[in-house]
Nanobody, 125 residues
Framework: QVQLVESGGGVVHTGGSLRLSCAASGRARGSYAMGWFRQTPGKEREFVAAISRIGLVTYYADSVKGRFTISRDNAKNTLYLQMNSLKPEDTAEYCC??????????????????WGQGTQVTVSS
């Protein structure tokens, strides 16, 4: 079992930056590909970014490519999401997730076995 706890959310103005963190604990903490998803009320969960098990390969949604950077520090059991040039449409609850199998689809929430509780990001115009 893996437990995930996000932090770093908050309120920023358009163009600002935030860095989200996701601390992992539990069995085999550094053994899974991980990702970030976001969700707003009334909408489906949206893929943001994903990173391979040891961090060599990253994937991004088109909407955040060039603005967001996903990274991980397996020695600290922590996943990060650096968000720059934030826009009001980035406002959402951001959740980190971890896989427990080496599946190929990184943008599908059903591929992830473990989820954090989420951290709210609000971008004001």
């Amino acid at each position: 079992q893996v437990q995930l706890v996000e932090s770093g959310g908050g309120v920023v103005h358009t163009g600002g930056s935030l860095r989200l963190s996701c601390a992992a604990s539990g069995r085999a903490r550094g053994s899974y590909a991980m990702g970030w998803f976001r969700q707003t009320p009334g909408k489906e969960r949206e893929f943001v970014a994903a990173i391979s098990r040891i961090g060599l390969v990253t994937y991004y949604a088109d909407s955040v490519k060039g603005r967001f950077t996903i990274s991980r520090d397996n020695a600290k059991n922590t996943l990060y999401l650096q968000m720059n040039s934030l826009k009001p449409e980035d406002t959402a609850e951001y959740c980190c997730a971890a896989k427990n199998l080496p599946t190929p689809r990184h943008s599908d929430p059903s591929e992830y076995a473990y989820w954090g509780q989420g951290t709210q990001v609000t971008v004001s115009s």
